[in-house]
């Protein structure tokens, strides 16, 4: 759910700068998430962040 609000803000698919392989599902499970986007509001902050 913390992607689909990360996408509403910043209005591009998350993680859209890389390939999208058994890598990055790799990274993704370690953690990796994407930079929050400037100006997100606070109330999507909060959800991302319990997500």
């Known amino acids: 759910?913390?992607?689909?609000m990360w996408e509403f803000a910043?209005?591009?698919?998350?993680?859209?700068?890389?390939?999208?392989d058994l890598q990055l599902a790799l990274n993704i499970c370690k953690g990796e998430?994407?930079?929050i986007i400037e100006n997100t509001p606070q109330c999507y902050l909060e959800l991302m962040k319990k997500c």
């Open 1 to 4: 759910f913390s992607m689909i």
């Open 10 to 20: 910043s209005g591009i698919p998350p993680f859209n700068d890389k390939v999208h």
């Open 33 to 35: 998430r994407p930079e």
